[in-house]
């Protein structure tokens, strides 16, 4: 299940993943992200709460299509906050960093404990 963590007036979205994303998570994942660009943004920054989620309870299907989509898309992706607590996920998003680096001048993707919650979301909207 998804749901919007925090509602933002701007460019930034926040959301959390509760035990598994299906193809209805995702799509409504878009849904929020699209309404962004509808109000004019040109990028929007994206936190995900993971700590929630359990990969036994996700579909596959739904996992692959958003991240095609993301391949698809990562011109319009702002600043991404990752809050979970896992050393693979810390690991992950520390290598998608490096990888999107180059095709996403101005912008950084970071890895937050779930400790820091507060400093992940001041991280996609620094002004709220």
Do not use: C
């Amino acid at each position: 299940m998804i749901e919007k963590l925090k509602t933002y007036e701007g460019n930034s979205l926040a959301l959390e993943v509760i035990d598994g994303f299906t193809e209805t998570d995702e799509k409504l994942a878009l849904k929020f992200f699209q309404e962004k660009i509808d109000e004019g943004y040109d990028h929007v920054n994206v936190l995900v709460k993971l700590d929630e989620l359990k990969i036994s309870h996700s579909e596959v299907k739904a996992l692959v299509e958003d991240a095609k989509w993301t391949l698809g898309n990562y011109g319009q992706i702002g600043n991404i906050a990752v809050v979970a607590n896992s050393n693979i996920l810390k690991a992950l998003v520390s290598l998608d960093a490096l990888f999107f680096e180059r095709l996403r001048k101005g912008y950084e993707e970071r890895y937050f404990d779930i400790s820091q919650l507060d400093e992940a979301l001041q991280f996609i909207a620094p002004n709220p």
